[in-house]
């Protein structure tokens, strides 16, 4: 029996549900084109639509008399109970201080339909906490006066079980065929819709089945995008007197283009600023250069896809766009992996996008190192036409050429660094070389190069190391001040100044790593030899105890078996020492012999020259002369031009 406080609950829970509906109020020449409206403005498919007409419309004669369609449409209540009921699921599962999913409660619902002569029930079961159909309440509003027959106990049943979206038989009435509803079908001209319209039965006539609705668009010949979900919408909530889709064209999927997918930043204003630990941004750290190194996969064409064809609601074929391919940009020092799809850096260097074609360049080129480039870090060749700011730094793979100055700056390379005007360091500048040195003068700098260090003016008040040569070169070649240090040679014009109170020391004959490298393993091959004796002595107690007793315990055994592994591991490392420290060995007595300082005009007094470990300082000016180890001393002999080394222009360098 239906009660008020039945009623007043069912008209809360209903309240709940209106207030979380949006309706839209949308003018238009067609019905199908105020539900396009409203599907955009709602944010949701047409289908998902229900609506009300305010006002129909008319398409007119002629062009006249021409009237437009106004509606208002909204989501349907279900579909938004379910859309909140998967929100509320998806924030609870992404909450981390939320341990449980919490439901969106849900009542039960009933359906009662006529269709021929006989009564159907539908019951769709609670959700959550919700309330389950109450069974006098679908048994009260299934009686009916022209009932000629309703099983109230499988009501019962259905009420609690549910029919699983299915309408379940439950009984029988007097059917009066003139009172059933009717329905005309109406399809498109184009095929791409068919609706119905239908007028509510009326006493003693039945409802429109979902079997003959699919019926009837069959019987036209629809064939195609049979919209079941909504021919069961329609069932369930019957819209009368309006047309309602129940089938759809299938519409063509046309094919995606194809498309370059980028693996590095193509826009060099999204490239960011470096931030300090402290959050202050380094504006020396622009981050303009993106590094990228041989094999490095700089792109991929993402291959366009086929189309997918359709079909009108009468099976006409609806022809899908395949999509269009694009060409791989393919620039500079690029190369096509296997996959004939990834574009990959042939060489170290920079990449960039430059008229759409991807680029690696080995030299990356500035017209100066300051506030506008930033510290630059490049793996390839740096070319800076100008000078490099006091404060900034260069750090390359290949060679670092700069036709300017460089100032209290560090530079590193792996290859040659050539710098046409010289260096200024001020105490604060240090240069580092995998290669070699060019410069025209140093000034108050560490520099150091694994190979050469070439100079045209003079090297003043610096720290300057070569593990070959460093040769001064020009009519203002000299060394004043500072330790300069080459494993083979030194030669300049002057060395040292004339007033003296300079400090000028000079060092060839030796490899300090070779030395240094010397001295550990003699002290490892000291400490192993050591070891192996501790071993041997194992060896032999333990062979000997097992001549007197003809076997060993098996610890003991296990013990022997261990030492002799031991032994042949430290034998083996011992073999690998020696023949490093003859390698060494033979490298130094070959330094013996070619180690010299040559000077072509004057080396004052106060210059210490050190050739191998032996000095020889300088009291009294000394001209045209070479310094040279020879028996535990260092000898002096009269300067030849014919033995001044040229080790020619650095490689790859490109002077203007």
């Known amino acids: 029996m239906v009660t008020l406080d039945r009623l007043r609950i069912d008209m809360e829970k209903q309240l709940q549900i209106d207030k979380g509906i949006t309706a839209v109020e949308v003018i238009g020449d067609t019905l199908d084109e105020c539900l396009a409206d409203a599907a955009v403005q709602l944010e949701t498919k047409v289908r998902n639509l229900e609506y009300e007409v305010i006002e129909k ?29 998967i929100n509320a699921v998806s924030s609870e599962s992404d909450s981390e201080e939320v341990a449980e999913v919490q439901v969106v409660n849900m009542d039960g619902m009933y359906f009662i339909r006529r269709f021929g002569s006989n009564i159907f029930v539908k019951v769709t079961l ?47 009435f007097n059917h009066i065929s003139a009172g059933d509803a009717v329905m005309a079908v109406d399809l498109a001209k184009d095929e791409m819709q068919a609706t119905i319209t239908v007028s509510a039965p009326t006493a003693g006539g039945s409802d429109i089945s979902a079997d003959r609705i699919i019926n009837a668009l069959t019987t036209q010949g629809v064939v195609a995008g049979i919209e079941e979900d909504k021919i069961k919408a329609f069932v369930d909530t019957p819209v009368y007197n309006v047309p309602y889709e129940v089938a759809a064209a299938v519409l063509p999927q046309h094919g995606t283009d ?9 826009d060099r204003s999204k490239l960011k600023l470096k931030e300090t630990e402290n959050g202050q941004v380094d504006f020396k750290e622009l981050n303009l250069i993106q590094n990228v190194v041989a094999g490095q996969p700089l792109a991929k064409k993402i291959l366009p896809t086929r189309g997918k064809g359709g079909k009108t609601i009468m099976g006409r074929y609806l022809e ?52 506008k480039t930033g510290n630059i870090t490049y793996m390839g060749t740096v070319l800076c036409r100008g000078d490099v700011e006091d404060g900034f730094s260069i750090k390359a793979d290949g060679n670092v050429e ?34 070699s040195v060019w410069a025209r003068f140093i000034q108050n700098a560490k520099v150091t190069a694994e190979e050469y260090i070439v100079v045209n003016d003079n090297i003043m008040n610096s720290d300057v190391t070569a593990m070959k040569k460093i040769l001064l070169k020009g009519k203002r070649a000299s060394i004043i001040g500072g330790k300069v240090f080459a494993t083979e040679e030194i030669s300049a014009k002057n060395i040292g100044s004339s007033g003296g109170g300079i400090e000028t020391i000079l060092a060839v004959g030796y490899d300090p790593r070779k030395k240094q490298r010397l001295t550990e393993l003699q002290e490892m091959q000291s400490n192993l030899v050591k070891e192996l004796e501790e071993i041997e002595l194992n060896i032999q107690t333990l062979e000997n105890n ?40 033979e490298r130094l007595r070959e330094l013996k012999v070619v180690g010299c300082v040559n000077a072509s005009g004057t080396v004052y007094p106060g210059v210490k020259i050190y050739v191998r470990d032996e000095l020889d300082e300088v009291r009294s000016e000394a001209k045209a002369v070479t310094f040279f180890y020879d028996n535990g001393f260092v000898k002096r002999g009269k300067f030849d031009p014919s033995q001044v080394s040229d080790v020619g222009g650095p490689d790859g360098y490109s002077a203007n």
Not at 421 to 431: K, P
Request: charged share 30%; aromatic share 4%; glycine share 10%.
């Open 126 to 172: 609670p959700v959550g906490e919700g309330n389950p159909v109450n069974p006098d309440d679908l048994i009260n509003d299934a009686r009916r006066p022209d009932n000629t027959n309703l099983d109230e106990e499988l009501l019962k049943k259905l009420a609690k079980e549910g029919t699983n979206d299915d309408y379940v038989e439950v009984g029988a």
């Open 402 to 435: 700069i036709y300017g100055s460089v100032g209290r700056c560090n530079i590193e390379a792996g290859g040659d660094i050539v710098i046409s005007q010289g260096v200024m360091g001020r105490d604060e500048c240090e240069i580092v070389t995998s290669k």
């Open 258 to 266: 194809g498309y370059i997918e980028y693996k590095f930043e193509t």
């Open 320 to 371: 899908a766009k395949n999509g269009k391919d694009i060409s791989l940009p393919l620039g500079q020092n690029t190369i096509l992996d296997k996959d004939g799809c990834t574009i990959l850096a042939e060489k170290n260097g920079h990449v960039s996008l430059v008229s759409d074609k991807i680029n690696v360049e080995e030299i990356y080129e500035v017209q100066g190192v300051n506030i």
């Open 57 to 85: 419309g008319f398409t007119g004669v002629i062009g006249l008399m021409k009237k437009p369609w106004r509606i208002k449409v909204y989501e349907n209540p279900s579909l938004i109970l379910k859309k909140k009921n």
């Open 546 to 585: 097992k001549k007197v007793r003809r076997s060993l315990p098996k610890e003991k055994e296990e013990s022997l078996n261990n030492f002799i592994a031991q032994k042949s591991d430290l034998v083996a490392q011992n073999d690998e020492m020696t023949k490093e420290i003859n390698e060494i060995n």
